[in-house]
């Protein structure tokens, strides 16, 4: 392409390879694309929330609480399942595709001199939009880590870390405490922070980083759970719901949700890939080792009928022999695939396991052709391992909407 983007297919095909333009650590880019469009981001009140794992189903329920409570709301997450829509959502509506492809056009020539990433773009794109559809506050979560994450530019009301786990090791670094330190850095100065994470090392961590900068700091306690009904499904989502409310009770006066509306957004808040069952069916999110170890558990939630069967899909660099042996504690078979969506760059060699694992593992490298053999004979089929792979599944299944 030698010219901004005309439409949005061309605004895709534009962005969409700049997802693997490397991690530059820096958010100049993000500002100096927000500068060329007057800062939209100063023009809402925000939530920030970060996290390894639970950050979007706390987004997702703080967002549907402030809905409940008659404000305009935006929400931004990432990645997405199925359409780059999916992260840039106004009270329930996606942004349109040409407002999409528009601000891809106008932002190209700063895009290309600053080598902004896909994420970079997306980001500027889901503040521009926000502001120009008058929402009263949005809720934003972070990409990955949190002080060099290009949604670090806002200035939120309240910010959020859900819990803390190994993950992203090559660019957060490769102890609980160093991720700690990055995902902490979400704090500012006179913003309460709301730490979710429950063992005190890790605490002690976030609790010193958002003390130096001067925020306040709002622990839920480590036996905390939300007893009242919550719309997205395993037990481990009381402990997110948990969460979300101390996200709302911290919020200033001006923005105070009530109780109904907090239990009608945990309630009602929705999250596709989420343990989401679709007849037998179970698609989730996930892409990492305490992500399968939290869908292992929610699969006891009540016991699945069986045989069932796995297909699983995993991204480069992360632990997928361990991934496997957790998922395979309740799997009569697995089924190893590529998420056609996932880069090439980035797609994993299927892992040498090192004796059995308890269920049998074949490897199918077609993923239409896994999907159809992993359902033969299964009473209940299991999609995970990543966005891509349970993305891909998604689309290939009929009635799907990804905007609920």
Same mark, same amino acid.
């Given at each position: 392409m030698t010219g901004p983007p005309a439409s949005f297919r061309d605004a895709c095909d534009y962005l969409f390879p700049r997802a693997n333009s490397g991690t530059k650590w820096s958010l100049e880019p993000t500002r100096r694309l927000l500068n060329e469009i007057g800062n939209p981001q100063e023009q809402f009140a925000s939530v920030h929330i970060a996290g390894t794992n639970g950050k979007g189903s706390v987004a997702a329920m703080v967002y549907a609480a402030l809905r409940d409570s008659g404000r305009s709301v935006g929400l931004y997450t990432s990645p997405h399942l199925v359409h780059?829509?999916?992260r840039i959502i106004v009270d329930q509506r996606p942004i349109g595709e040409a407002a999409?492809?528009?601000?891809?056009? $106008?932002? !190209? @020539?700063?895009?290309e001199d600053t080598g902004a990433s896909f994420f970079e773009a997306t980001t500027a794109i889901a503040f521009a939009d926000f502001a120009a559809r008058g929402v009263d506050i949005a809720v934003v979560e972070v990409g990955?880590?949190?002080?060099? #994450? %290009?949604?670090?530019?806002?200035? @939120?009301?309240?910010?959020?870390?859900?819990?803390?786990?190994? #993950? !992203?090791?090559?660019?957060?670094g490769d102890s609980l405490t160093d991720i700690a330190r990055e995902k902490a850095g979400v704090a500012k100065a006179g913003t309460p922070l709301v730490v979710g994470e429950r063992s005190e090392t890790v605490v002690a961590?976030? $609790?010193?980083?958002?003390?130096?900068?001067?925020?306040?700091?709002?622990?839920? @306690? @480590?036996?905390? %759970?939300y007893a009242g009904r919550v719309g997205l499904q395993g037990e481990h989502q009381r402990r997110n719901a948990a969460i979300a409310r101390q996200v709302l009770e911290s919020l200033p006066r001006s923005f105070a949700v009530a109780d109904k509306s907090i239990a009608c957004g945990i309630a009602t808040a929705w999250l596709p890939g989420r343990l989401e069952r679709r007849g037998r069916w179970v698609l989730d999110v996930a892409h990492n080792l305490p992500g399968m170890e939290t869908l292992v558990a929610a699969l006891h939630e009540p016991p699945l009928k069986r045989p069932l069967h796995v297909i699983f899909g995993v991204l480069k660099g992360k632990d997928a022999d361990a991934m496997l042996r957790k998922v395979a504690t309740v799997a009569d078979a697995i089924w190893i695939t590529l998420p056609p %969506?996932?880069?090439?760059? $980035?797609?994993?060699d299927p892992p040498a396991l090192d004796g059995p694992i308890g269920a049998t593992v074949q490897y199918e490298p077609d993923f239409d052709r896994c999907i159809l053999r992993a359902a033969e004979g299964a009473a209940t089929v299991v999609v995970t391992g990543s966005f891509h792979t349970v993305g891909d599944a998604m689309s290939r299944l009929p009635g799907f909407n990804p905007f609920g």
């Open positions: 780059v829509a999916e999409f492809a528009a601000w891809t056009a $106008r932002l !190209h @020539p700063v895009i990955l880590g949190g002080r060099l #994450d %290009s949604t670090n530019v806002i200035q @939120p009301l309240v910010a959020a870390v859900t819990n803390i786990g190994l #993950d !992203h090791t090559d660019y957060l961590t976030l $609790r010193e980083v958002a003390i130096a900068v001067g925020a306040k700091v709002i622990e839920v @306690p @480590p036996d905390a %759970s %969506s996932a880069p090439m760059e $980035r797609r994993a």
